[in-house]
């Protein structure tokens, strides 16, 4: 983890990124590759895993696939993270079956672990997660669990924008996730608050309903250059404080994440190493 900064986007495969940011017919299998040497981007954020907790091996060829320098970082599955506090659900949840998706998530992990590529893990709440003893004993658990690693949590409540939750996570070195999203009345504000070694910055688009919207089309949104600006300047606040950086665009739609995540680099005075600029 030498590098200081790391941009790159949230998840790297997508259909619709053909003919826009992949060449038009590149098969799925050698989107990672191309991402990471073609592109030139050092980090990754996977989101599928928020779905499904995949089998090991698909991590271990993840790692084989990318440069030597190359860093992950993976989001936690919504058992750990979401349907336990999913206020829908009338009865308690299961506690014996959530422990056991936390060792399911880590057997996962462990390839990128022993390769060296695992940057961070993250793990974020959803805005019905409020702050309460048993919602920062339940952080506690999962930090004991995952001790081996850099953890970064991420709100989307603003209930949790407080000194005291910042202080919280400080003291039990957990990486606050910073996040840049609509200005919508429940959603955390763009800080740049960092309390561990690591700063971790999300950027999920301004889509202006992103609550009505379908996923699919939440996360559709392209930063200009003004906005991107704004976000540079909370971005260099939280490098200055970290001795690493995670930045992470994930307004993936129609390659937007890509583009803007590219021109972010080039704001903060970053080259993208591709590989043929290597030799």
């Given at each position: 983890m030498e590098k200081k900064v790391r941009i790159g986007t949230s998840g790297f495969s997508f259909a619709d990124w053909k003919g826009v940011i992949y060449p038009d017919r590149i098969p799925d299998y050698k989107m990672l590759e191309f991402y990471s040497k073609d592109l030139g981007f050092d980090a990754v954020e996977i989101n599928s895993?928020?779905?499904?907790?995949?089998?090991?091996?698909?991590?271990?060829?993840?790692?084989?696939?990318?440069?030597a320098d190359f860093l992950f970082t993976?989001?936690?599955?919504k058992g750990i993270t979401h349907d336990p506090f999913d206020n829908r659900i009338e009865e308690k949840p299961d506690i014996s079956q959530i422990e056991g998706y936390f060792k399911q998530f880590k057997e996962s992990i462990m390839p990128l672990k022993s390769s060296g590529k695992l940057g961070a893990l993250l793990f974020q709440f959803p805005v019905f997660f409020y702050p309460s003893a048993a919602a920062t004993d339940y952080i506690l658990k999962i930090r004991d669990f995952f001790s081996e690693f850099s953890v970064a949590v991420e709100f989307r409540n603003i209930a949790w924008a407080s000194?005291?939750?910042?202080?919280?996570?400080?003291?039990?070195?957990?990486a606050f996730c910073a996040v840049d999203e609509?200005?919508?009345?429940?959603?955390?504000?763009?800080?740049?608050?960092?309390?561990?070694?690591?700063?971790?910055?999300?950027?999920?688009?301004?889509?202006?309903?992103?609550?009505?919207?379908p996923v699919s089309e939440r996360y559709n949104y392209n930063y200009s250059e003004k906005e991107l600006k704004e976000i540079e300047k909370i971005a260099r606040s939280m490098i200055e404080k970290a001795e690493v950086s995670f930045i992470f665009f994930n307004n993936c739609h129609a390659g937007h994440a890509a583009k803007n995540a590219m021109k972010f680099?080039?704001?903060?005075?970053?080259?993208?190493?591709?590989?043929k600029d290597l030799f």
């Open positions: 895993t928020y779905y499904r907790i995949p089998e090991a091996k698909r991590f271990e060829l993840m790692a084989k696939k990318t440069p993976v989001k936690a599955f000194k005291k939750n910042y202080e919280f996570l400080k003291k039990n070195n957990l609509p200005e919508l009345p429940r959603l955390m504000p763009l800080k740049d608050i960092v309390t561990s070694n690591i700063s971790y910055l999300r950027c999920h688009g301004r889509n202006p309903n992103w609550f009505n919207a680099a080039e704001l903060l005075g970053i080259k993208l190493q591709k590989e």
